[in-house]
T-cell receptor, first 115, second 110 residues
């Protein structure tokens, strides 16, 4: 079974530039999550999709971050413009139904460095 | 928001030693999950606990859901080199989103 695919693996940009990350979840998984993991911390949820609808985006900095999952399958997360404090690993995860503490399957992440 | 505090922050042990780490919170949770993250990878679920007092094993790993529902511990017996990584607890209440702990970094000294 193919896992959660993310690209790119690494990205280096200058502050105020834009960047986009892509995620393809496990086939058949209705729920997709984007997490931000700052060095030395645990993952923090940015946004959760159920199919193509947003379930929770309470911790997404909406002035600069946006995400979409138009066809309910793959998803993109964009940062525009980037700030130094956005340097982190961006993890995508998927689960079957998004119920409670259902098992999450994580991708390998995109490591973003903002200079 | 809810916070999960893990201790210790980091551990340096020799191969073959047993390891113990825990996770505490001021809030009550319904579920405790333990994840392991290898360098450059996403977290992988190790053990899930759903009932207060529950004790669950997965090979050399054993985890328990605290009776007060505010804590959990993870033990690793007879550590091996592939145990190196960061261990995260995660929890939630009801259908709320998962909250991850601060992590315990395990290093094995040759």
């Amino acid at each position: 079974e193919a896992g959660v695919a993310q690209s790119p693996r690494y990205k280096i940009i200058e502050k105020r530039q834009s960047v986009a990350f892509w995620c393809n979840p496990i086939s058949g998984h209705a729920t997709l999550y984007w997490y931000q993991q700052i060095l030395g911390q645990g993952p923090k949820l940015l946004i959760q999709f159920q199919n193509n609808g947003v379930v929770d985006d309470s911790q997404l900095p909406k002035d600069r971050f946006s995400a979409e999952r138009l066809k309910g399958v793959d998803s993109t997360l964009k940062i525009q413009p980037a700030k130094l404090e956005d340097s982190a690993v961006y993890l995508c995860a998927s689960s079957l139904n998004g119920q409670g503490a259902e098992k999450l399957f994580f991708g390998s992440g995109t490591q973003l460095s903002v200079l | 928001g809810q916070q999960l505090n893990q201790s210790p922050q980091s551990m340096f042990i020799q191969e073959g030693e047993d390891v113990s780490m825990n996770c505490t919170s001021s809030s009550i949770f319904n579920t405790w999950l333990w994840y392991k993250q290898d360098p450059g990878e996403g977290p992988v679920l190790l053990i899930a606990l759903y009932k207060a007092g529950e004790l669950t094993s997965n090979g050399r790993l054993t985890a328990q859901f605290g009776i007060t529902r505010k804590d959990s511990f993870l033990n690793i017996s007879a550590s091996i080199p592939s145990d190196v990584g960061i261990y995260f607890c995660a929890s939630n209440f009801g259908n709320e989103k998962l909250t991850f702990g601060t992590g315990t970094r395990l290093t094995i000294i040759p």
